[in-house]
């Protein structure tokens, strides 16, 4: 569910009067919203990074989401692209999916999460090896769930990965032949998952 320009900057706004960290409405118009500078796209830095400073990343981005989960928040945009950085301070933007209108709050929450961890999982660059990438995806999992242990949310994350990993079992052989970010992402994130979420 697309949102308009005016939808956004009123939960901009409700955001900032609740003390979470996202752009200053600087100028709103019918079709302008102009947004205060919140620093550098979180890919960008992760990239640039040395590999364990890259882990101290994903603890960060898996802690902030969870904290804006814990208190009861969907973001319905939730992949690294729209964390900022400036200095030490993280803000988040974009917030034009309105993911938590159309699903419960644990099926949103859920699926922020798998937005997040796919994210990380295709994210370009050829910096990454594919062990990297594989591991960097489980952190920040691991760590999301570490922060906001919700079992409803866990529970829907589990039939998420239920269904990826349906698809993995009788497809999986096909899509590791086939090239491409997505497909390779996809595998990453089930075996994180997989690995994080292990039947119960």
């Known amino acids: 569910m697309r ?3 005016s939808d956004e900057a009123r939960k901009l706004e409700f955001l900032s009067r609740h003390g979470w960290r996202v752009p200053n409405v600087w100028r709103h118009m019918s079709d302008v919203l ?16 040395t590999p ?3 882990l101290i990343w994903m603890d960060r981005a898996a802690r ?29 933007i974009d917030f034009e999916e309105n993911i938590g209108e159309a699903l419960s709050r644990p099926l ?3 699926y922020d999460v798998y937005q997040m961890v796919s994210s990380m999982a295709g994210l370009r660059g050829k910096q990454f090896g594919m062990t990297e990438r594989q591991d960097l995806s489980l952190r920040l999992l691991q760590a999301y769930l570490v ?21 993995q079992k009788y497809l999986g052989w096909l899509l590791k032949c086939l090239p491409g970010r997505d497909v390779r992402g996809f ?14």
């Open 3 to 5: 949102t308009t320009l």
């Open 187 to 200: 595998l990453y994130v089930t075996d994180a998952l997989r690995l994080s979420l292990p039947d119960e």
């Open 34 to 49: 102009v947004l205060e500078y919140v620093g550098q796209d979180l890919p960008y830095l992760i990239r640039i990074d």
């Open 52 to 54: 364990a400073a890259r």
């Open 108 to 110: 949103g929450q859920a």
């Open 64 to 92: 902030d989401l969870a904290a804006f989960h814990r208190a009861g928040f969907v973001h319905g945009g939730a992949q690294l692209r729209n964390l900022m950085c400036e200095g030490d301070v993280l803000t988040r």
């Open 147 to 167: 922060a906001n242990p919700d079992p409803s949310v866990k529970e829907a994350l589990q039939r998420i990965a239920s269904t990826m990993g349906c698809i």
